[in-house]
């Protein structure tokens, strides 16, 4: 039950992400880059935080289902240091996210999710937790972000439309 959950919520996901940047098209090249977007800058880098921490969490789970070296490249490392800065190129990482996401999700049985994953905090101390409870973190972490572009929508003026997961469950589907 969990991993279908888990690839449910993916599902709306990338969904979200995709009806986000829709959404942003409404906006105007200075709106875009205005400043004051929730503590993350402007929209622009708002939604280039977003598909980052996305874009590095399954880079890093892909890595530990290898069980290589293999360098965790961040997207700002990809952007050659920069942020996103065009929709356009938005929804081409969006299609990268997702074609990695999916991958990943893909590989996944019920039991490696219940599997404890370890990782170094900021301050050097080491914890675990399990998978799942990682994906859904990342997950939440996005629902999360998009609430703060939302926001910055609509303090434009402009009604981006519905997000809610039942938004996706009644009409996301196709």
């Known amino acids: 039950?969990?991993?279908?959950?888990?690839?449910?919520?993916?599902?709306?996901?990338?969904?979200?992400?995709?009806?986000?940047?829709?959404?942003?098209?409404?906006?105007?090249?200075?709106?875009?880059?205005?400043?004051?977007?929730?503590?993350?800058?402007?929209?622009?880098?708002?939604?280039?935080?977003?598909?980052?921490?996305?874009?590095?969490?399954?880079?890093?789970?892909?890595?530990?289902?290898?069980?290589?070296?293999?360098?965790?490249?961040?997207?700002?490392?990809?952007?050659?240091?920069?942020?996103?800065?065009?929709?356009?190129?938005a929804q081409k990482w969006l299609v990268i996210i997702d074609t990695q996401t999916q991958n990943f999700l893909n590989t996944l049985t019920e039991e490696m999710l219940h599997q404890e994953r370890s990782f170094t905090m900021r301050d050097g101390s080491r914890r675990s937790v399990l998978l799942w409870e990682l994906l859904l973190h990342t997950a939440n972490h996005a629902t999360h972000t998009r609430a703060q572009i939302i926001a910055a929508i609509r303090r434009n003026n402009i009604n981006p439309g519905g997000f809610d997961l039942l938004h996706f469950m009644m009409l996301g589907k196709n």
């Open 1 to 89: 039950m969990t991993l279908s959950l888990i690839k449910r919520y993916y599902l709306y996901n990338a969904w979200a992400n995709n009806r986000l940047v829709k959404a942003l098209e409404k906006l105007t090249p200075a709106q875009l880059a205005e400043p004051g977007c929730s503590g993350n800058g402007s929209v622009m880098q708002t939604l280039s935080h977003l598909l980052n921490t996305e874009y590095e969490w399954f880079q890093w789970h892909s890595k530990e289902e290898r069980g290589d070296g293999v360098k965790i490249e961040s997207l700002e490392e990809a952007l050659d240091g920069g942020n996103i800065t065009s929709l356009d190129e």
